[in-house]
Each structure stands twice: as structure tokens, then as C-alpha cells.
């Protein structure tokens, strides 16, 4: 016999039967729907690693910046991707700040630089290395950022950057570490950073940067060191330098904000040739970051340019040799970072969220046809949450992608991989709700649904988007199916697209909108219905239909109504209690006439806190099988740290559920099997890497004794699971004549065997 959807409930959750039921199961956590496509955070520097050299392994990518998750691993500035395995691993406990540079020793290991100044726990200053088991410093490292890191054929290190000091000792932006000591290489850039830093065929160091003054003389923003003294590369630029790279033949380009060399315009990029500088191309129209040299001799620069030689070039593009081209459509915000692999492929880093049409969080790669991440997931935030009567998760909000699919702001997860719905919306999904039918209904700001104008609102039948009437003139911030199938949908419209007055609050009858009477005086952010079919709500709003109710209003079906004197600051969450009680959530901390820091309790008559309330805010409500009151958002629990998760209130105390998310969810779902759906902006979830969406409860079935038999059987699978008991009802659902263990079975669930 098949038992088919047994429960698999959270934990903390009691089944309503038994008073004495004891829990069998792992304790609950979080389950992750997948990796982030890239970094949550800015990626600043890149290298190749091959960790055994002429070994079998091949090179994997080393990644640094201001992140904290990349991928699937927790890692603090640092990460290495292996292209090979498509795994991530983090280096220790990594920085305390961001990383700028990375470069490796010929020994194998790695050195990073930038604006920590401890490695793992170790104080370091700056600059560290790590060799594939642990982090140690240079010496006491430097007194300032780490911009620039080159590694000489001895394995010396030059550091380049903001610090005055290498180990005490005056050194003027740049030192060297000869595997023992610090040295000055003369006396430095007097005036200004360095940036960047190549070495030339002869062994010369060339230094790029702010400075105007080296060893006491003019020389503009690039330097030569010959081991014994300072020189000018011609005229210099005149605007800072960010990177450089030496070309096969021998010549220089640097790359920054400047726009010329001497007399010449060299509009972000200049090339040197060992006698003068000048322009490559007609230059960009905006700073260039980084330089690449690919194996034919072309050179990628990326940055924050959208134009080069006067053609569009969303910050990066391509020389070569005699003209600028487009990579692709490029990025939609900055390349901080280039780097080429032996096979000319290209890695990106930066601070952008799209490479061509993919989304890729920070960092992308460039097969020679498309750009692409370096792993698939959900890219953005997750706004809002919906279930399906086969218990399927439909999420909505900023993403792009969900999984290794193109979703476009709206996706189904069915457990194990993300679906698209169609082509998704064109803009972000912040409100979900499930029609009877199973059909979905998204509303956001957006004007069209795979190819269907809609406006802001749109259904999904399972194969195509449709319009509902003529939408709304601005964005819907929540929706709610009422008891016989219509659909309210409320936010900062105030009229339908074809402008019908409809303020802040419109229903539909599956034909057309209709207003609910005189609507709402300002913005609605969120809706519920409660047992007696009355709709509930919650806003900015101070006037529903004429009356005065402060964010808070009760509409049913005739009129509008006020409960007590509402809140002083916004509602931004509700749910309905069985008993006919509501729970609101928001800003506010005054509700009615008593002190309700964040969430409080409507009884029909007066308004009651919950404990101490929620501390910081409240983003979502929902109610638990039991009856009890699961909250999310950032908050603080009987003097704990503050907690950015999950919290129950179990009508006497508030109980945080499980560890914490790095930032508080945004949405959420109460599952059929009792376990909790959470979206937000969050990338970790309990320590675990958790991209935007993940799952709290069990992964094993989780029952109660609920039958009191003193012992667990497949009645308390049932009763638990579906909220039966032995002493309840069931159908002869096998048409025996008689009542037994397939009828609790195919009446709790659905189907089982011997089931018509």
C-alpha cells in the first residue's frame, strides 16, 4: 500500500486533537529551493587558480568583493568556483571587509588584498594569503586599502594602494614583500593611490593611479619602477588610472577616468608603445574599471560606459586591434572586474544583475555566443506566495530567473525544480492569490502577461495569460479570493486602465471591476477575508467609504467600517483567526488606544497587543492549523538579538522557529503539509544558503500520538497530517460497509489503494 501525502507537519504545530501528542521528528530548518546565480554582493576582483600546477587539476576561478553568499557556500569576501564540478568553496571563515585584488604565488598559493584587516580571525592588515588549508599575513601587513596585487617570477608581491605604511615603515602607496620584510620601492606616489599595477617585458613595474607626484617629480597618473628609481610615461592622463595590461608586443593600456594624454583626447582608454601614448579607438563615454588580454591578442575593458567608438556597449566591449564592439547587449550596471580563460572565454564581475539576457547576479561568463551565470537560481527578491490545490509553491516579485528557467517575475515550484508560468510578467509580482480553479492571478507593476496587455493584474489558467477587464491605472499591492470565487484586489490605483473610478479597492466577478463602495482615501498593501466572509483592509489609508478608519477597514459587502481607532502607521499584514479574531501587522506601534509594538489583536470589540509585540516590523501574518499565529520580519523576542525570520505566537508568548534568515521574509505560506514557504530579499536561511526563497519544516514525515494509543501508527499519520482523530466521521470510502484503515486513508488524503 501507497501512503500519499502523509504529513510531514512543523513541528511546533499541534495537531488540535490529542492534548498530550507527543512530536516525532528532526528538529525542523530550513530547506533551500537552490544557489544564487552569482554573488549577493559586489564582486571587485578575479583570477585563475590552479591549485596542484602541472597537476591534474584544472584551474578554478577565484572570486573577490563585498559579498557574504555566493552560489551555494557562506563566504566572506572570497569564494572559488571549480567550472569543472559547477561547486563552490569557501576559503575558511574568509575577510572582514572587501576584497580588491587577487593573484597567486607560483608556490600555488593564494593572495588577496583590499579593506579587511583580519583573515580568518587573524589580524593581517590588509593583505593575506592562503594556502589551501589556512590564512597568515605579510609581516603586520599595511596601514591602509590594498588596491593592486603583482606577483614577480620570485614570488614577490608589489601591493599597491591607499596605505602610507608597510610593517611601520614609510612606504608611499606601494611595497614590496620579499617572503621575509617590506620594502619602499623609492618613495612612492607622494600625492595619490595606486590603482593598478603590470610588469613589463624588461622586468619594469608600471603603476597606474590618482597620483601627480612621484619621488618629488610631476609624473601624470602612470609610473615606471626600474628597481632603482621613478619615471613618467610621456604626458601621463589626466584622470585617474584603474587597471593595466601589457599587451603581447609589449606596449601598455591603461584604463580609468581620464580623457586625455598630454594635448591628445584618449577618452578612457591610452595606449603607451615605449615612446608616446595614444588613443584606441574613439574611447567610451563613461570610466573604464578593468582590462583583459584575450589570446589573439584583442583586449576586453569593462566599466560603467554604454557607449564605445560612439556605438552602444553596455559596459564591456571588445578591441580588435582596429575597432570597439559590443559584447552581446552587455550589463545593466557596472564591470568592476575582467578575466580570460585559455580557450578566450570571458568572466565578468561587478555590481550588475543582467549579462545579455540572463540573469546573472554579479558575475557572468561569455562562451563566444552568450553570456550566461555561473550557475542558475533565483536572482531577486521574492515578494509574494501563493499555494496550488496539488501543493505547488507559486512565487512572485523582482526576479528573472528561477532555477536554470527564464520566469520573469513569477514562477511554480513543485519541489523539486522551478517552472515558468508562460513568459511571466514584464514588470515585478507583488501580490498571488489561487482562484477555485486552480487558476493564479498575479497582480504588480506591469502592463503585459506573456503577450497580453493587462495592467497590473492578469490571470494564469495554466497554459496562457489573460487580462482581467481593463486592469488599473498604477500598481495592485494585494489580492484575495473571497468565498464564492471573486477576487479583490487593492493598492495605488484609483481608477481601472480604462479610467472607471475604482479608489485603492476593486472586486471581480470574473467579467468585470466593480468598486467597493466610495473605495479607500490612500494606498491599501494588504487584504484578508474573514469566516463570515467580511474583507479586511490594511494600508496607509486614514478614510474607507467616507468613515474615518485609520490603515485598518472592514468592508461586508454594503458598507465600510472602522475597527476601533485603528493604528497610528501602516498596516502591512493580516490573517484571519478561525475563532473570528484578526491579527494586524505593520509599522505601528499604536493600536487603538494601547501599546502594540508592530502586531496586534482585533476581538470584534477592541484591539489587544500580542506580548511584547514584534520589535521592528511586521512583513506577513498567517495562521497555523492550530489556530496559533505565525509571524515574519524583523523583530525581538524577550530581549534575544534581534531575529529576522519566523516567530509563533501561541496566545501567551512569542517563540522564535528555528534560526534566522539574514534579512526578515517578506512573504509567506503555510504549506499543505505543514511546512512554512518564505520569500524576501534574505540569500541565507539558518546558515544555509538560501536564495531569496526557502522552505522551514521537516523533510521527514513529522506525527503525533494523536489517537492516544501510546504509540504512533497510521491513524496518527492521518490525524496529524489532515487534523482527524479516531473518534471522527469517515466515509466508507472503499465501499466495504464497513469503516477501516483505507477509508482514513482515501478520506484524509485523497486516494490510497482500495479507493474508488
Known amino acids: 500500500m501507497k501512503f500519499a501525502h502523509l504529513a510531514q507537519f512543523l513541528c511546533v504545530a499541534a495537531a488540535g486533537t490529542a492534548a498530550t501528542a507527543q512530536f516525532t521528528c528532526p528538529d525542523p530548518g530550513w530547506i533551500s529551493s537552490g544557489d544564487l546565480p552569482g554573488a549577493n554582493n559586489h564582486v571587485n576582483a578575479s583570477a585563475w587558480w590552479d591549485r596542484d600546477g602541472a597537476g591534474p587539476q584544472s584551474p578554478v576561478l577565484v572570486l573577490g568583493g563585498w559579498f557574504d553568499v555566493a552560489g551555494s557556500t557562506a563566504a566572506n569576501g572570497v569564494v572559488v568556483f571549480d567550472p569543472a564540478t559547477q561547486s563552490w568553496t569557501a576559503l575558511g571563515d574568509g575577510l572582514n571587509g572587501r576584497v580588491r585584488s587577487v593573484a597567486v604565488l607560483t608556490n600555488g598559493n593564494l593572495v588577496v588584498g583590499g579593506d579587511f584587516t583580519t583573515a580568518g580571525g587573524l589580524l593581517v592588515n590588509h593583505i593575506a594569503q592562503w594556502d589551501g588549508v589556512s590564512w597568515s599575513g605579510f609581516g603586520t601587513g599595511v596601514s591602509s586599502h590594498v588596491h593592486a596585487l603583482l606577483v614577480l617570477p620570485n614570488d614577490d608581491v608589489i601591493a599597491g594602494g591607499e596605505f602610507a605604511n608597510a610593517a611601520g615603515s614609510p612606504v608611499n602607496h606601494v611595497a614590496r614583500w620579499d617572503g621575509t620584510a617590506w620594502h619602499a620601492l623609492g618613495n612612492g606616489t607622494t600625492n595619490g593611490e595606486i590603482h593598478a599595477l603590470a610588469q613589463m617585458p624588461s622586468g619594469d613595474i608600471v603603476a597606474g593611479g590618482s597620483f601627480t607626484l612621484v619621488d618629488g617629480a610631476f609624473i601624470a597618473r602612470v609610473a615606471r619602477w626600474n628597481g632603482v628609481s621613478w619615471t613618467a610615461l610621456g604626458d601621463g592622463v589626466d584622470g585617474d588610472v584603474h587597471d593595466l595590461a601589457v599587451l603581447p608586443n609589449g606596449d601598455i593600456v591603461a584604463v580609468g577616468e581620464f580623457g586625455h594624454t598630454g594635448t591628445n583626447t584618449a577618452l578612457h582608454v591610452a595606449r603607451w608603445d615605449g615612446t608616446a601614448w595614444s588613443a584606441v579607438g574613439a574611447g567610451m563615454d563613461n570610466t573604464a574599471w578593468s582590462i583583459s588580454i584575450l589570446p589573439n591578442g584583442d583586449f576586453v575593458v569593462g566599466g560603467e560606459f554604454t557607449t564605445a567608438d560612439g556605438n552602444p556597449a553596455n559596459r564591456i566591449a571588445r578591441w580588435d586591434g582596429s575597432a570597439w564592439t559590443a559584447i552581446d547587449s552587455g550589463m545593466d550596471s557596472a564591470v568592476w572586474t575582467t578575466l580570460v580563460s585559455e580557450n578566450g572565454n570571458i568572466v565578468a564581475g561587478g555590481n550588475f544583475g543582467l549579462a545579455g539576457e540572463s540573469a ?98 492578469a490571470r494564469w489558467d495554466g497554459k496562457a495569460w489573460h487580462a482581467m477587464g481593463d486592469g488599473f491605472d498604477t500598481h495592485v499591492r494585494a489580492l484575495v479570493t473571497m468565498p464564492n470565487g471573486d477576487v479583490v484586489a487593492a493598492g495605488f490605483f484609483t481608477s481601472t486602465g480604462s479610467g472607471t473610478l475604482m479608489r485603492h479597492v476593486a472586486r471581480w466577478d470574473g467579467k468585470e471591476w466593480s468598486s467597493l463602495g466610495d473605495g479607500l482615501q490612500s494606498n491599501a498593501f494588504v487584504l484578508t477575508v474573514m469566516p463570515n466572509g467580511d474583507l479586511i483592509a490594511g494600508g496607509f489609508f486614514t478614510q474607507a467609504g467616507g468613515v474615518t478608519a485609520r490603515r485598518i477597514a472592514r468592508w461586508d459587502g454594503e458598507e465600510w467600517y472602522a475597527l476601533g481607532d485603528g493604528m497610528n502607521a501602516n498596516v502591512n499584514a493580516l490573517a484571519s483567526l478561525p475563532n473570528g479574531d484578526l491579527i494586524a501587522g505593520g509599522a505601528f506601534i499604536i493600536a487603538g488606544s494601547v501599546q502594540a509594538n508592530h502586531i496586534a489583536r482585533w476581538d470584534g470589540s477592541a484591539w489587544f497587543p500580542l506580548g511584547e509585540g514584534n520589535g521592528f516590523g511586521v512583513t506577513a501574518l498567517a495562521t497555523l492549523p492550530d489556530g496559533s499565529v505565525l509571524s515574519s520580519g524583523t523583530f525581538t523576542i524577550q530581549g534575544q538579538p534581534n531575529t529576522s525570520a519566523l516567530a509563533r505566537w501561541n496566545g501567551a508568548e512569542w517563540i522564535a522557529l528555528g534560526p534566522s534568515t539574514n534579512t526578515g521574509p517578506y512573504a509567506m505560506a503555510v504549506l499543505g503539509n505543514g511546512n512554512i514557504a518564505s520569500g524576501g530579499a534574505f540569500t541565507s536561511a539558518g546558515g544555509v544558503v538560501a536564495p531569496f526563497f526557502a522552505v522551514f519544516g521537516c523533510d521527514s514525515a513529522c506525527y503525533a500520538d494523536c489517537d492516544s494509543s501510546g504509540s504512533l501508527n497510521i491513524f496518527d499519520y492521518i490525524c496529524f497530517g489532515n487534523e482527524y482523530s479516531a473518534g471522527t466521521s469517515y466515509a466508507d470510502c472503499d465501499g466495504s460497509g464497513a469503516l477501516n484503515i483505507f477509508d482514513y486513508i482515501c478520506f484524509g488524503n485523497g486516494y490510497a489503494a482500495g479507493c474508488p
Do not use: Y
Open 360 to 457: 546573472a547576479l554579479r558575475v557572468a561568463q561569455w562562451d563566444g555566443s552568450k553570456w550566461q551565470p555561473l550557475v542558475s537560481g533565483i536572482d531577486s527578491e521574492v515578494r509574494a506566495i501563493t499555494t496550488l490545490p496539488n501543493g505547488h509553491v507559486v512565487i512572485g516579485g523582482e526576479f528573472v530567473s528561477a532555477g536554470s528557467v527564464s520566469a520573469n517575475h513569477v514562477a511554480r515550484w513543485d519541489g523539486n525544480a522551478w517552472h515558468p508560468l508562460g513568459e511571466g510578467t514584464s514588470g515585478t509580482v507583488r501580490a498571488l492569490t489561487t482562484l477555485v480553479n486552480g487558476d493564479i492571478v498575479a497582480g504588480g507593476f506591469f502592463h503585459t502577461a506573456g503577450s497580453v496587455d493587462v495592467h497590473h493584474v
